[in-house]
């Protein structure tokens, strides 16, 4: 028995989706999540890397800012050793060069005011957006223009649900964010396509919170038409593909296997739905349970690592409501389900890198039925591209 | 002073035996030990790598296979997690990819058992034996062919033993057979080197086993010939050179060396011989005692690092003797022979990897009068060479 | 607002010192220091790496000597297991080669007195000079020559002392020297530019030591003419580049930064003066405290790591007042400023490795006004170059 497989070479699918393919670094021009709100505290720096690019992050005057993390001078990070002496400044603590926040000019030298540079040259700047406790920061190519609006890079407002209660968007008013983030070994598409698979569920077979739910879990879902994903191509919108778990017309949920004696377990049925979104957002509806709405960003780092970010997020404006959700979230849904049920996602998706990076994955993987999603994501992902992210260093060794 | 020698320039000796220079990630198309066969309990898996090849070594309804260790679909390996549901298969803990264990054809997907792909595809096995308490597999191309015998990879049987009781072979029947094996750096011809090497006894200098038993250690041993050493090349049979220590006709030992103030210690004389064999195993006759014998095997893992495998032998059927070998075993020749001693000999090899790999030691050693013993074993592992193992890395960053 | 700088674009400068640029493994042929006089006891061995070289240094008979590190015959270091047998030789522990210190010639191998390489190969040796507690070796090609006096490698000797009380040379009679030495990331260059820099001033703002005897320190020192920093270039002799803080009509303190709220600190005048020379030597007059002086040596290891030398020497010859410098050196100098303010630089040197390496920071920094110092010390290390080490790697992956 041979490696070649007769009917799932994906030689030929690859060139359909060639730009995916290309976009190793991630995709360039696109909103993404930089920092939680509260690890941002007034008058304080934190460095962070998006696609290859250094960012420090600013809050002056309530105020996040974004620019860039490498001194003019001689290239150390600001965020090494952060240094604010005035408002709407930021300084690097190594020969005092301070940068204004709003354009990223160089404003003066700690040392030197009449230094022939000040005034004449600068580092640059990234744009921001706050929401909801979630700061987010527009990364590309410098000269991009006026970056589109960051709904286009965010789930798509939720209408037709089936039990008439649509999860909250991300920009709603009105909602309650929780939520973590943490470095990842893996390039950001094996993240993102482990959260869309409708062909992963073996590997939270054996996870607590499905088993103190006893929530049914089938061991597939099987698509009975090629065309169940849905393609969601809003134009200068949102750009995403929908497992459609609201219609059973379109899916089969595999519930026995005799050739390997395994049948699925637990009787509790519980609605969800997941679809995935350019540049990498996963929203998983009513997860992980009913009227709460699961995010998640897998923001590339550089070609093998990626930020992952699990958000939970639901409507609660009295501070009753609040307060339940926030202890729902830390005695059960952090521990549970952020942790709990998405370490087995960490580590499928950490156990997956080594073949997409020594062995050329994207050319020599053999796909099954299984996998019509993440085929139609790969092909959404690859329309219309703003920009490639490529990696920035000049001189490895 | 230069660093040019006169008399010892590896140049023209190292075309001699260019098949041998050119094996760094080790000779292809052989048998490698892969496992002792206590470390494989009926019904899990095992993931080793031999010359590049991940495998999986599965033990089911008692007998051992070896299986590509990387999932056809998505690459990853399949013993990262093992999951067996059924005799005969192994699955994939990811998306539920289930094969057969004889030929490796995809059986089943957990959760999708109408999947296009069933019966179409699948992965490749590798021949197997298990003798004596040792799983060993076949390791090379895939359309080598039937394999050449295990004897053929296994040092020759022992007839011409000087006190007339040769050591066991290793697939003798009525043995006893102990050891370890780790995982060193360093290539595995460094390792096989350092076995055979007539001229290293200096590393040895103060072993305790030594120490302890009194043995008369020389501080070197040298050919009175030039072909002392035995060069055996049985055909379909094993290939291998050997110290002959019992023909006192043809070695010199070198018990004292004024210019240094050295002289040889020890007064107990203890006779023991050293051949290396094709593809790297070494037997060490009498030794650490006599009438036992001990195999080092050097399996290549890629070319920096290889595992360093120490088997004792000997012949037992009592219960009694067993008992009284085990013990032995346990309380003698593991702490001082196989652990004590032989790290000597790991340090060496660690290292010697820097000069070959950083900078060319094949072409950059000196090699002296008392390599000839070296310089034998690699003309001899130069010749028909089944195969080479190459760089299974595509896209090496 | 783009990186680009309208007036400190360092391309056109590049060009004015491109033999600096090119000396990232740092500059062959000179007299490094190896290791402090009592770091190496009778009848030891040590080794060190300069510029790529591996040496051992040896002590044999009270003499120190200098030998390549790596054994002919298999390339391991010799200093891996130090093996010395009788006075004026060094062993190597793997197969007994036994060189001579004086020349490096093969004089005998343990296990085999009579070989034939013996009396016809060797490996290289080093000059070697041991002065005031400090050993030196002259590191480069092998077939330079003699190598020019160690005095034309340090320091000048000083005369223009304001105060007319001079700090002593490192060869002077009549001193007490201490210092630390360890090894760091970053290359050598950028730990040298960083001792000289009049603009660094800031990372050293909140030091202990400043801060404890109320140092009045600047924001920064700025030049009132372009050619304030005197360029020493003796025939023969030490070339360096000098920060004249002696001289108040060519140095303007920068006491306060209105922009940014700042105002120098510590009411407490001290005078000191700041002086690098090649190959990567710094000397601070009066520093850390008057009559004392600080020697700091960058000794380049690879491209990416350099030994830092902190030396503090001062002119003692009683019991009494050797004791007392003793005393001030280990509770107060090595403590607090060897320490204490130099981790300062350590940390900065270590941040600045980064963008020098992976992006090419030769190219790609934007030098302003209070770089003139670094640029007078570029163009000086740029001329006469007696010679590049080199990557000694033919094989690296």
């Given amino acids: 028995m041979t490696t070649t497989s007769h009917s799932g070479s994906s030689a030929g699918v690859t060139r359909q989706y060639a730009p995916y393919v290309k976009a ?21 720096v934190k460095g962070i890397t998006i696609g290859g690019h250094d960012i420090a992050v600013r809050r002056s005057a309530g105020k996040a800012y974004a620019i860039s993390d490498r ?90 649900d089936p039990n008439d209660n649509p999860v909250p968007h991300l920009q709603d008013e009105g909602i309650v964010i929780r939520g973590i983030h943490r470095k990842l070994v893996g390039n950001w598409r094996l993240a993102a396509e482990n959260g869309l698979d409708p062909g992963h569920l ?25 065309s169940a994903t849905e393609e969601i191509d809003i134009p200068d919108g949102p750009k995403g593909v929908m497992n459609r778990y609201d219609r059973p017309d379109l899916y089969k949920p595999v519930l026995d296997n005799p050739k390997v004696n395994m049948k699925a377990r637990g009787t509790v049925p519980h609605y969800f739905r997941t679809s995935l979104w350019v540049p990498g957002v996963l929203m998983v509806e009513h997860w992980p349970i009913t009227d709460v709405v699961q995010y998640e960003f897998y923001v590339p780092i550089d070609d093998h690592h990626h930020e992952y970010w699990e958000i939970i997020a639901t409507r609660a404006t009295t501070d009753e409501d609040i307060a339940e959700f ?72």
């Fill in 24 to 44: 190793d670094w991630g995709y360039a021009n696109h909103w993404y999540p930089a920092l939680l709100s509260d690890e941002l505290e007034d008058g304080t």
């Fill in 71 to 160: 001194c003019m001078h001689r290239g150390v990070k600001l965020s090494a050793k952060p240094m604010c002496l005035s408002e709407g400044t930021i300084t690097c603590w190594y020969h005092g060069f301070t940068y204004g926040l709003e354009d990223g000019s160089l404003t003066t030298i700690v040392g030197n005011p009449d230094d022939s540079l000040i005034g004449k040259a600068g580092i640059r700047t990234y744009p921001v957006e706050e929401v909801n406790g979630i700061i987010y920061v527009f990364v590309g190519e410098e000269d991009y223009g006026t970056p589109p609006p960051l709904s286009s890079d965010l789930p798509a407002r939720v209408t037709n």
């Fill in 202 to 226: 073996l590997v939270h077979w054996d996870n607590q919170i499905l088993v103190a739910l006893d929530r049914a879990l089938p061991l597939g879902v099987n698509a009975l038409t090629d």
């Fill in 326 to 397: 926030n202890f729902k979230y830390d005695n059960f849904m952090l521990p549970l389900a952020l942790e709990g049920f998405n370490n087995s996602d960490v580590f499928a998706r950490e156990a997956t890198e080594e073949h997409y990076t020594r062995f050329d994955g994207w050319n020599n993987e053999v796909l099954c039925d299984m996998d019509y999603s993440i085929v139609a994501w790969r092909k959404m992902a690859a329309r219309h591209p703003r920009g490639f992210f490529e990696s920035p260093f000049q001189d490895e060794d």
